[in-house]
Protein backbone atom coordinates (compact mmCIF):
# COMPACT_ATOMS: atom_id res chain seq x y z
CA UNK A 1 0.00 0.00 0.00
CA UNK A 2 1.42 3.54 -0.95
CA UNK A 3 0.91 5.68 2.46
CA UNK A 4 1.25 9.08 2.04
CA UNK A 5 2.21 10.48 5.69
CA UNK A 6 1.24 13.88 6.34
CA UNK A 7 2.39 16.72 9.08
CA UNK A 8 1.01 19.54 8.99
CA UNK A 9 2.37 22.48 10.93
CA UNK A 10 1.05 26.26 11.53
CA UNK A 11 3.43 26.70 8.02
CA UNK A 12 4.92 23.93 6.93
CA UNK A 13 3.69 20.42 5.31
CA UNK A 14 6.10 17.56 5.54
CA UNK A 15 5.17 14.35 3.59
CA UNK A 16 6.50 11.38 3.10
CA UNK A 17 5.02 8.58 0.55
CA UNK A 18 5.70 5.42 1.84
CA UNK A 19 5.19 1.76 0.19
CA UNK A 20 4.09 -0.16 2.83
CA UNK A 21 5.61 -3.58 1.12
CA UNK A 22 9.28 -2.45 1.71
CA UNK A 23 8.63 0.42 4.29
CA UNK A 24 11.10 2.42 2.34
CA UNK A 25 9.78 6.21 1.58
CA UNK A 26 9.39 6.86 -2.55
CA UNK A 27 9.12 10.61 -2.35
CA UNK A 28 10.05 12.81 0.54
CA UNK A 29 9.79 16.37 1.37
CA UNK A 30 8.64 19.90 2.90
CA UNK A 31 6.53 22.76 1.49
CA UNK A 32 8.07 25.75 3.63
CA UNK A 33 6.67 29.02 4.21
CA UNK A 34 3.38 27.85 3.37
CA UNK A 35 0.42 31.46 3.65
CA UNK A 36 3.31 33.71 3.21
CA UNK A 37 5.19 35.29 0.14
CA UNK A 38 8.45 33.12 -0.56
CA UNK A 39 7.36 29.04 0.01
CA UNK A 40 9.49 26.70 -1.37
CA UNK A 41 9.03 23.12 -1.84
CA UNK A 42 11.78 20.70 -1.05
CA UNK A 43 11.54 17.39 -1.94
CA UNK A 44 14.06 14.33 -2.76
CA UNK A 45 13.03 11.35 -5.14
CA UNK A 46 15.18 8.80 -6.44
CA UNK A 47 18.30 9.97 -5.14
CA UNK A 48 18.12 13.87 -6.29
CA UNK A 49 16.79 16.38 -4.08
CA UNK A 50 15.28 19.25 -5.22
CA UNK A 51 13.84 22.68 -4.42
CA UNK A 52 11.43 25.50 -6.00
CA UNK A 53 9.52 28.70 -5.23
CA UNK A 54 5.99 27.42 -5.19
CA UNK A 55 2.71 29.31 -4.66
CA UNK A 56 1.05 27.84 -1.32
CA UNK A 57 -1.12 30.61 0.18
CA UNK A 58 -3.08 28.09 2.51
CA UNK A 59 -2.69 24.40 3.45
CA UNK A 60 -5.01 23.34 0.79
CA UNK A 61 -2.40 24.74 -2.04
CA UNK A 62 0.01 23.35 -0.39
CA UNK A 63 -1.32 19.87 -0.38
CA UNK A 64 -2.39 20.38 -3.73
CA UNK A 65 1.06 20.77 -5.32
CA UNK A 66 2.10 17.60 -3.13
CA UNK A 67 -0.19 15.36 -4.61
CA UNK A 68 0.27 16.70 -8.21
CA UNK A 69 3.88 15.91 -7.89
CA UNK A 70 3.30 12.42 -6.67
CA UNK A 71 0.80 12.26 -9.40
CA UNK A 72 2.89 13.67 -12.04
CA UNK A 73 5.80 10.73 -11.30
CA UNK A 74 3.38 8.12 -11.69
CA UNK A 75 2.53 7.05 -8.05
CA UNK A 76 -1.01 6.58 -6.56
CA UNK A 77 -2.51 7.15 -3.12
CA UNK A 78 -3.97 4.72 -1.56
CA UNK A 79 -4.43 6.17 1.97
CA UNK A 80 -3.10 9.33 3.61
CA UNK A 81 -1.79 8.94 7.66
CA UNK A 82 -2.05 11.97 9.31
CA UNK A 83 0.19 12.99 12.71
CA UNK A 84 -2.51 14.23 15.09
CA UNK A 85 -0.46 15.73 18.02
CA UNK A 86 -3.28 15.71 20.66
CA UNK A 87 -6.33 13.15 20.83
CA UNK A 88 -7.39 14.02 23.94
CA UNK A 89 -8.99 11.72 26.76
CA UNK A 90 -10.82 9.77 23.46
CA UNK A 91 -8.47 8.59 21.39
CA UNK A 92 -6.52 5.02 22.48
CA UNK A 93 -5.64 4.76 19.17
CA UNK A 94 -5.40 5.56 15.67
CA UNK A 95 -8.70 5.92 13.81
CA UNK A 96 -10.08 6.30 10.71
CA UNK A 97 -11.51 10.30 9.97
CA UNK A 98 -15.08 10.66 9.86
CA UNK A 99 -16.99 13.96 10.62
CA UNK A 100 -17.47 12.95 14.14
CA UNK A 101 -13.17 12.64 14.79
CA UNK A 102 -12.58 15.60 12.87
CA UNK A 103 -15.07 17.50 15.50
CA UNK A 104 -12.69 15.97 18.25
CA UNK A 105 -9.77 17.10 16.41
CA UNK A 106 -11.60 20.51 16.45
CA UNK A 107 -12.37 20.33 20.66
CA UNK A 108 -9.04 19.57 21.59
CA UNK A 109 -7.55 21.82 19.81
CA UNK A 110 -8.26 23.76 22.96
CA UNK A 111 -5.46 21.35 24.66
CA UNK A 112 -2.74 21.72 21.78
CA UNK A 113 -3.30 25.35 20.31
CA UNK A 114 0.08 25.53 18.55
CA UNK A 115 -0.74 21.50 17.34
CA UNK A 116 -4.16 20.20 16.74
CA UNK A 117 -5.09 23.26 14.40
CA UNK A 118 -2.56 23.24 11.71
CA UNK A 119 -3.03 19.23 11.57
CA UNK A 120 -6.82 19.72 11.24
CA UNK A 121 -6.03 21.95 8.44
CA UNK A 122 -4.29 19.61 6.69
CA UNK A 123 -6.91 17.00 7.05
CA UNK A 124 -9.48 19.28 5.58
CA UNK A 125 -7.69 19.99 2.54
CA UNK A 126 -6.81 16.23 1.99
CA UNK A 127 -10.63 15.62 2.41
CA UNK A 128 -11.02 18.67 -0.27
CA UNK A 129 -8.12 17.49 -2.69
CA UNK A 130 -8.08 14.08 -2.27
CA UNK A 131 -12.42 13.17 -1.55
CA UNK A 132 -12.88 9.09 -0.23
CA UNK A 133 -9.45 7.98 -0.58
CA UNK A 134 -9.05 6.75 3.58
CA UNK A 135 -7.67 9.01 6.32
CA UNK A 136 -5.73 7.95 9.36
CA UNK A 137 -5.83 10.58 12.19
CA UNK A 138 -2.30 8.45 14.05
CA UNK A 139 -2.15 10.48 17.64
CA UNK A 140 0.85 11.42 19.85
CA UNK A 141 -1.13 11.05 23.17
CA UNK A 142 -3.17 7.63 22.48
CA UNK A 143 -0.16 5.43 23.44
CA UNK A 144 -0.25 7.10 26.89
CA UNK A 145 -4.25 6.76 27.31
CA UNK A 146 -3.33 3.20 29.38
CA UNK A 147 -1.56 5.22 32.09
CA UNK A 148 -3.14 4.94 34.99
CA UNK A 149 -5.60 7.66 37.03
CA UNK A 150 -2.50 7.80 39.59
CA UNK A 151 0.12 8.35 37.43
CA UNK A 152 -1.83 10.81 35.02
CA UNK A 153 -3.75 13.15 37.57
CA UNK A 154 -2.26 16.14 38.99
CA UNK A 155 -2.59 16.71 43.02
CA UNK A 156 -4.92 19.62 42.60
CA UNK A 157 -8.07 20.14 43.33
CA UNK A 158 -9.94 18.16 41.37
CA UNK A 159 -12.29 20.11 39.69
CA UNK A 160 -9.88 21.29 37.41
CA UNK A 161 -9.48 17.51 36.30
CA UNK A 162 -13.33 17.57 35.73
CA UNK A 163 -14.00 20.62 34.45
CA UNK A 164 -10.90 21.20 32.09
CA UNK A 165 -9.23 17.99 31.81
CA UNK A 166 -6.33 19.19 33.25
CA UNK A 167 -4.31 16.29 33.83
CA UNK A 168 -0.85 14.65 32.21
CA UNK A 169 -1.20 13.25 28.37
CA UNK A 170 2.12 12.82 27.71
CA UNK A 171 3.29 13.02 23.93
CA UNK A 172 5.96 11.01 21.36
CA UNK A 173 3.62 8.19 21.51
CA UNK A 174 3.89 6.59 18.00
CA UNK A 175 7.56 6.46 19.05
CA UNK A 176 8.09 5.08 21.97
CA UNK A 177 5.29 2.59 20.87
CA UNK A 178 7.44 1.96 17.33
CA UNK A 179 10.55 1.45 19.33
CA UNK A 180 8.46 -0.54 22.24
CA UNK A 181 7.28 -3.04 19.45
CA UNK A 182 10.40 -3.21 17.67
CA UNK A 183 13.15 -3.68 20.55
CA UNK A 184 10.58 -6.34 21.73
CA UNK A 185 11.05 -8.29 18.29
CA UNK A 186 14.46 -7.96 17.48
CA UNK A 187 15.40 -9.22 21.04
CA UNK A 188 12.83 -12.00 20.93
CA UNK A 189 10.48 -10.80 23.63
CA UNK A 190 6.87 -11.17 24.59
CA UNK A 191 5.65 -7.96 24.95
CA UNK A 192 2.97 -9.05 26.96
CA UNK A 193 5.48 -9.83 29.59
CA UNK A 194 8.17 -7.24 29.22
CA UNK A 195 8.94 -4.06 30.85
CA UNK A 196 11.18 -0.84 29.60
CA UNK A 197 11.93 2.33 29.95
CA UNK A 198 11.83 3.93 26.31
CA UNK A 199 14.02 7.46 26.30
CA UNK A 200 13.07 9.46 23.12
CA UNK A 201 15.48 12.10 23.00
CA UNK A 202 15.45 14.24 20.27
CA UNK A 203 14.57 18.18 19.95
CA UNK A 204 11.74 17.36 22.31
CA UNK A 205 12.57 14.73 24.66
CA UNK A 206 10.19 11.92 26.84
CA UNK A 207 10.76 9.34 28.67
CA UNK A 208 8.02 6.19 29.17
CA UNK A 209 7.45 3.24 31.81
CA UNK A 210 6.14 0.73 29.72
CA UNK A 211 4.69 -2.33 31.97
CA UNK A 212 3.78 -5.54 29.81
CA UNK A 213 3.91 -3.90 26.52
CA UNK A 214 1.96 -0.78 27.54
CA UNK A 215 2.47 2.77 28.51
CA UNK A 216 2.58 3.14 32.34
CA UNK A 217 3.84 6.70 32.80
CA UNK A 218 5.36 9.24 31.28
CA UNK A 219 7.53 12.06 31.32
CA UNK A 220 5.71 14.78 29.46
CA UNK A 221 2.38 16.89 30.98
CA UNK A 222 -0.57 18.05 30.43
CA UNK A 223 1.72 19.62 27.26
CA UNK A 224 5.48 18.52 25.76
CA UNK A 225 6.84 20.96 28.84
CA UNK A 226 7.25 18.53 31.58
CA UNK A 227 9.87 16.50 32.52
CA UNK A 228 13.16 16.27 30.66
CA UNK A 229 15.78 18.74 30.13
CA UNK A 230 15.14 19.34 25.78
CA UNK A 231 16.96 21.91 23.53
CA UNK A 232 15.10 24.87 23.97
CA UNK A 233 12.51 23.78 26.96
CA UNK A 234 12.88 23.35 30.48
CA UNK A 235 11.66 20.22 31.29
CA UNK A 236 10.21 19.92 35.23
CA UNK A 237 10.57 23.56 36.91
CA UNK A 238 8.89 24.34 40.50
CA UNK A 239 5.95 26.55 39.82
CA UNK A 240 6.96 28.60 42.77
CA UNK A 241 10.10 29.53 40.59
CA UNK A 242 7.71 30.85 37.73
CA UNK A 243 5.41 32.88 39.14
CA UNK A 244 8.13 34.32 41.20
CA UNK A 245 10.20 35.47 37.46
CA UNK A 246 6.96 36.29 36.42
CA UNK A 247 6.02 38.62 39.21
CA UNK A 248 9.68 40.36 39.02
CA UNK A 249 9.98 41.05 35.48
CA UNK A 250 6.23 41.61 34.85
CA UNK A 251 5.63 39.33 32.50
CA UNK A 252 2.59 37.74 30.64
CA UNK A 253 1.37 34.50 30.52
CA UNK A 254 2.36 34.46 26.47
CA UNK A 255 6.21 35.45 27.89
CA UNK A 256 6.08 32.88 30.53
CA UNK A 257 5.11 30.15 27.97
CA UNK A 258 7.92 31.54 25.00
CA UNK A 259 10.45 31.58 27.86
CA UNK A 260 10.05 28.30 29.00
CA UNK A 261 9.02 26.41 25.67
CA UNK A 262 11.52 28.40 23.33
CA UNK A 263 14.25 30.22 25.19
CA UNK A 264 15.29 27.62 28.01
CA UNK A 265 16.82 24.10 28.32
CA UNK A 266 20.21 23.59 26.63
CA UNK A 267 20.09 26.85 24.92
CA UNK A 268 19.17 28.83 27.89
CA UNK A 269 21.75 27.01 30.31
CA UNK A 270 24.34 27.44 27.18
CA UNK A 271 22.86 30.93 25.94
CA UNK A 272 24.61 29.31 22.97
CA UNK A 273 22.91 26.54 21.01
CA UNK A 274 20.08 24.08 21.58
CA UNK A 275 22.64 21.48 19.26
CA UNK A 276 23.41 18.09 22.10
CA UNK A 277 26.55 18.29 19.00
CA UNK A 278 27.72 21.14 19.81
CA UNK A 279 27.48 20.52 23.57
CA UNK A 280 29.46 17.14 22.95
CA UNK A 281 31.97 19.23 21.63
CA UNK A 282 32.61 22.21 24.23
CA UNK A 283 32.03 18.92 26.93
CA UNK A 284 35.12 16.95 25.33
CA UNK A 285 36.80 20.60 24.66
CA UNK A 286 36.26 21.32 28.91
CA UNK A 287 34.18 23.92 28.41
CA UNK A 288 32.71 24.50 31.61
CA UNK A 289 29.60 25.61 30.34
CA UNK A 290 28.79 22.90 27.65
CA UNK A 291 29.83 20.61 30.64
CA UNK A 292 27.50 21.51 33.30
CA UNK A 293 24.44 21.47 30.25
CA UNK A 294 25.61 17.94 29.94
CA UNK A 295 24.99 17.02 33.32
CA UNK A 296 22.07 18.41 34.01
CA UNK A 297 20.87 16.90 30.94
CA UNK A 298 21.78 13.58 31.58
CA UNK A 299 21.14 13.57 35.33
CA UNK A 300 17.37 14.30 34.57
CA UNK A 301 16.91 11.27 32.31
CA UNK A 302 19.08 9.34 35.19
CA UNK A 303 16.48 10.45 37.42
CA UNK A 304 13.41 9.59 35.67
CA UNK A 305 15.23 6.04 34.91
CA UNK A 306 15.48 5.35 38.56
CA UNK A 307 12.09 6.95 38.77
CA UNK A 308 10.37 4.40 36.63
CA UNK A 309 12.49 1.80 37.35
CA UNK A 310 11.23 1.50 40.76
CA UNK A 311 7.62 1.92 39.69
CA UNK A 312 7.73 -1.00 37.26
CA UNK A 313 9.90 -3.24 39.74
CA UNK A 314 11.40 -4.97 37.14
CA UNK A 315 13.12 -3.72 33.80
CA UNK A 316 13.82 -6.28 30.84
CA UNK A 317 15.33 -2.92 28.81
CA UNK A 318 16.34 0.68 28.33
CA UNK A 319 16.15 1.36 24.82
CA UNK A 320 17.47 5.09 23.84
CA UNK A 321 16.34 6.70 20.39
CA UNK A 322 15.78 10.01 18.80
CA UNK A 323 18.58 12.38 17.41
CA UNK A 324 20.72 12.42 21.21
CA UNK A 325 19.46 8.77 21.64
CA UNK A 326 20.74 7.21 18.53
CA UNK A 327 23.92 9.25 18.24
CA UNK A 328 25.44 10.18 21.35
CA UNK A 329 27.12 8.00 23.23
CA UNK A 330 28.56 10.06 25.69
CA UNK A 331 24.52 10.88 26.78
CA UNK A 332 23.92 7.02 27.01
CA UNK A 333 26.96 6.50 28.89
CA UNK A 334 26.94 9.50 31.47
CA UNK A 335 22.88 8.14 32.21
CA UNK A 336 23.91 4.72 33.12
CA UNK A 337 27.51 4.92 34.36
CA UNK A 338 28.48 3.86 37.90
CA UNK A 339 25.32 1.00 38.20
CA UNK A 340 27.16 -2.23 38.00
CA UNK A 341 27.32 -3.09 41.35
CA UNK A 342 23.69 -1.57 42.65
CA UNK A 343 22.08 -2.37 39.81
CA UNK A 344 23.77 -4.39 37.66
CA UNK A 345 23.38 -2.53 34.73
CA UNK A 346 26.75 -2.65 32.65
CA UNK A 347 27.63 -0.76 29.07
CA UNK A 348 29.98 -2.12 26.71
CA UNK A 349 32.16 0.93 25.68
CA UNK A 350 33.06 -0.61 22.60
CA UNK A 351 29.37 -1.43 21.17
CA UNK A 352 28.16 1.89 23.21
CA UNK A 353 30.63 3.82 20.79
CA UNK A 354 30.27 1.84 17.47
CA UNK A 355 26.08 2.80 17.86
CA UNK A 356 25.34 5.35 15.92
CA UNK A 357 23.61 6.84 12.86
CA UNK A 358 20.66 5.00 12.48
CA UNK A 359 21.59 1.25 14.26
CA UNK A 360 20.17 -0.93 16.26
CA UNK A 361 22.21 -2.28 18.88
CA UNK A 362 22.38 -3.96 22.38
CA UNK A 363 25.00 -1.86 24.26
CA UNK A 364 25.21 -3.59 27.07
CA UNK A 365 27.33 -6.55 27.81
CA UNK A 366 25.63 -9.91 28.05
CA UNK A 367 25.84 -10.04 31.80
CA UNK A 368 24.46 -6.76 32.27
CA UNK A 369 21.15 -7.94 34.35
CA UNK A 370 18.71 -5.26 32.51
CA UNK A 371 19.49 -4.85 28.47
CA UNK A 372 20.42 -1.34 27.53
CA UNK A 373 18.92 -1.02 23.66
CA UNK A 374 19.26 1.61 21.67
CA UNK A 375 16.74 1.57 18.34
CA UNK A 376 16.37 4.01 15.50
CA UNK A 377 12.80 5.88 15.90
CA UNK A 378 10.59 6.07 12.21
CA UNK A 379 8.39 8.23 13.30
CA UNK A 380 6.56 7.97 9.95
CA UNK A 381 7.10 4.60 9.17
CA UNK A 382 5.34 4.02 12.67
CA UNK A 383 2.58 6.39 11.10
CA UNK A 384 2.60 4.60 7.44
CA UNK A 385 2.07 1.19 9.18
CA UNK A 386 -0.78 2.29 11.64
CA UNK A 387 -2.35 3.47 8.66
CA UNK A 388 -2.54 0.65 6.81
CA UNK A 389 -3.95 -1.78 9.79
CA UNK A 390 -6.67 0.90 10.07
CA UNK A 391 -7.65 0.88 6.37
CA UNK A 392 -7.49 -3.12 6.54
CA UNK A 393 -9.33 -3.60 9.44
CA UNK A 394 -11.94 -1.18 8.55
CA UNK A 395 -12.27 -2.61 4.71
CA UNK A 396 -12.60 -6.13 6.32
CA UNK A 397 -15.61 -4.84 8.94
P1 LIG B 1 13.17 16.09 16.41
O1 LIG B 1 12.82 15.99 17.84
O2 LIG B 1 13.04 17.47 15.86
O3 LIG B 1 12.58 15.00 15.54
P2 LIG B 1 15.67 14.63 16.22
O4 LIG B 1 15.14 13.39 16.84
O5 LIG B 1 16.18 14.56 14.83
O6 LIG B 1 14.73 15.88 16.37
O7 LIG B 1 16.90 15.12 17.16
C1 LIG B 1 17.51 16.32 17.01
C2 LIG B 1 18.63 16.41 18.02
O8 LIG B 1 19.55 15.35 17.78
C3 LIG B 1 19.44 17.70 17.98
O9 LIG B 1 19.57 18.25 19.27
C4 LIG B 1 20.78 17.25 17.47
O10 LIG B 1 21.79 17.98 18.03
C5 LIG B 1 20.86 15.83 17.98
N1 LIG B 1 21.85 15.09 17.20
C6 LIG B 1 21.84 14.80 15.90
N2 LIG B 1 22.98 14.16 15.55
C7 LIG B 1 23.73 14.05 16.67
C8 LIG B 1 25.03 13.52 16.97
N3 LIG B 1 25.79 12.96 16.03
N4 LIG B 1 25.45 13.59 18.25
C9 LIG B 1 24.71 14.15 19.19
N5 LIG B 1 23.49 14.69 18.98
C10 LIG B 1 23.01 14.64 17.74
Request: charged letters at 25%; a negative charge; hydrophobic letters at 40%.
Amino acid sequence: MKVLVLNSGSSTVKYQLIDTANGEPVIKGLVDKVGSIGATHTYSYNGEKKTEDVLARDHREAIGLVIKLIKDLGFEIDAVGHRVVHGGYKFFESVLINNEVIEYIREFGKLAPLHNPPNLTGILACREVLGDIPQVAVFDTAFHQTIPMENYLYAIPMKFYETYRVRRYGFHGTSHKYVMEKTAKELGLDLSKTNMITCHLGNGASIAAIKEGKSFDTSMGFTPLEGLIMGTRSGDIDVGAVLYIMDKEGMTTSDMDRLLNKESGILGITGISNDMRIVEEGYFKGDERMILALKMYCNRIRKYIGAYFFELRKVDAIVFTGGVGENSPIVRKLVLDGLEESVGIIIDDKKNEETIRGKFGVVSTPESKVKVVVTPTNEELAIAIETERVVKDYLKS
